[in-house]
């Protein structure tokens, strides 16, 4: 059979020269970077590790690529910014990824894949949490005097008909609800939820875990849980006091606050009527809801501006001044959005278009792997430099999306990037930092 013509596009003449582009390059990837994958997967041992954690059913003498490739050909697919498995049919030929994976002939087919992922279960996704906890764990080099957990909820649209699919009101759509904990910018939970739920739903559950495991490592370690509105129950408040865990949670604003806090509104309000400049004052009173077994301490923010009373609560066991519980504490929760953001928008954590449930339990937590992995690149790498706080999504575009030559021969596999490429110092920079310890 003949071969097809190679496609050819021309464009605008350049200094006299004809200009075409055509698809007969040989061995080129536009994803040299993924050898930073490599190279950050073998310092933290994270392939190998979630490897052990699985169970793999299949005949080893079946099997043409091993578990650990197949985690590896996922976790850097997407980290290089492919969200679905139907990618991996032409990627699975790319010679850059073969390489990181660890192979020199062509990876798993999007079948194999596809199977590989719908063989979880409850018991996969207990063990790989287990996995995000100790690679955390691994990442303190000095024991911490305290550690603040930040808990939070996020939706997750469906696709179809799938198992746990309820509506939500509040985002007035079907969808789950995936909890998420982050300690800093690191990642220790990711659980997917149905949505029918209220948001502090196995909150209290994981929490107490994580006490426990943390302090295993760590007795002496105080530990904070930063959360909004949605977790404030009293029952996790109690149990935060009897097992000496500190909080910082946000109160919904209600009738009895408001009338309790009236005299700090009222100041608040008479003060911007004669300066006529926003005002922004901090108050601590005590308050108990119907619900709760006693009176505990409230933060007050008296705010009042052109657009009206804004007055917002917390709830907390602390004793330090309440401005600074607010402005420099409590405030600084707001980060952990960017990092859910990274996880939805960069590493397509919504993508679990599976039918069954556990499936995408397991597709949000190779995502959240695959975040892990990123992170330790901009933490162990790139402190320091100029993508010091770059989001994912900046690293993947300026570190991994690089055009090279491949050349492969029995002795030697070459990347030949190209001369023009501007980050040539930082990449060398990054590969040297991310050497195994």
């Known amino acids: 059979m003949t071969e097809c013509t190679q496609e050819s596009c021309d464009f605008p003449v350049c200094k006299r020269r004809r200009v075409e582009a055509t698809f007969d390059g040989g061995d080129i990837t536009s994803d040299a970077g993924v050898l930073l994958l490599q190279q950050a997967d073998r310092r933290l041992g994270l392939s190998m590790a979630v490897a052990k954690a699985l169970h793999d059913p299949r005949r080893r003498a079946s099997c043409a690529h091993g578990l650990d490739s197949l985690i590896?050909?996922?976790?850097?697919?997407?980290?290089?910014?492919?969200?679905?498995?139907?990618?991996?049919?032409?990627?699975?030929?790319?010679?850059?990824?073969?390489?990181?994976?660890?192979?020199?002939?062509?990876?798993?087919?999007?079948?194999?894949?596809?199977?590989?992922?719908?063989?979880?279960?409850?018991?996969?996704?207990?063990?790989?949490?287990?996995?995000?906890?100790?690679?955390?764990?691994?990442?303190?080099?000095?024991?911490?005097?305290?550690?603040?957990?930040?808990?939070?909820?996020?939706?997750?649209?469906?696709?179809?008909?799938?198992?746990?699919?309820?509506?939500?009101?509040?985002?007035?759509?079907?969808?789950?609800?995936?909890?998420?904990?982050?300690?800093?910018?690191?990642?220790?939970?990711?659980?997917?939820?149905?949505?029918?739920?209220?948001?502090?739903?196995?909150?209290?559950?994981?929490?107490?875990?994580?006490?426990?495991?943390?302090?295993?490592?760590?007795?002496?370690?105080?530990?904070?849980?930063?959360?909004?509105?949605?977790?404030?129950?009293?029952?996790?408040?109690?149990?935060?006091?009897?097992?000496?865990?500190?909080?910082?949670?946000?109160?919904?604003?209600n009738k009895r606050l408001d009338a309790q806090a009236k005299p700090f509104i009222d100041a608040a309000e008479q003060h911007f009527q004669r300066t006529g400049r926003k005002q922004r004052r901090f108050h601590v009173m005590y308050y108990a809801a119907r619900t709760w077994d006693r009176r505990r301490r409230i933060i007050v923010k008296a705010e009042h501006t052109t657009q009206g009373s804004n007055p917002r609560y917390l709830v907390t066991n602390l004793k330090a001044q309440a401005q600074y519980l607010y402005d420099q504490l409590y405030c600084a929760r707001g980060e952990m959005e960017n990092r859910i953001k990274e996880q939805q928008l960069d590493l397509f954590a919504d993508r679990t278009s599976c039918h069954a449930w556990w499936p995408n339990q397991f597709r949000l937590l190779l995502s959240s792997l695959a975040y892990t992995l990123l992170e330790a690149i901009r933490r162990l790498a790139l402190d320091g430099t100029e993508l010091a706080n770059a989001y994912v999504g900046t690293i993947r575009l300026k570190l991994l999306k690089i055009g090279a030559v491949i050349t492969r021969n029995t002795r030697r596999i070459r990347f030949l990037l190209s001369s023009a490429y501007p980050y040539q110092r930082l990449f060398a920079h990054v590969a040297a930092r991310l050497q195994p310890a």
Not at 139 to 144: E, I, L, N, Y
Not at 158 to 173: A, C, I, P, S, T
Not at 235 to 252: N, Q, T
């Open 72 to 253: 590896r050909q996922r976790l850097f697919g997407l980290a290089l910014g492919y969200e679905d498995l139907n990618d991996h049919h032409t990627l699975r030929h790319d010679l850059a990824l073969q390489t990181a994976v660890g192979q020199d002939n062509v990876l798993a087919s999007a079948s194999t894949l596809c199977r590989w992922e719908n063989r979880t279960d409850r018991a996969t996704a207990w063990r790989l949490h287990e996995v995000l906890v100790e690679q955390f764990i691994a990442s303190v080099r000095r024991a911490p005097k305290r550690l603040i957990l930040d808990f939070d909820a996020t939706e997750d649209a469906v696709h179809g008909q799938q198992e746990g699919r309820f509506f939500h009101g509040y985002y007035d759509h079907y969808c789950f609800l995936p909890l998420y904990v982050f300690c800093g910018k690191q990642l220790l939970v990711s659980y997917l939820r149905p949505s029918k739920i209220i948001g502090a739903k196995h909150a209290w559950a994981i929490l107490a875990l994580l006490v426990k495991r943390l302090r295993q490592t760590w007795p002496k370690v105080r530990i904070l849980l930063r959360a909004d509105s949605g977790f404030c129950r009293w029952k996790m408040l109690r149990w935060c006091e009897r097992h000496s865990v500190d909080y910082l949670i946000g109160i919904a604003t």
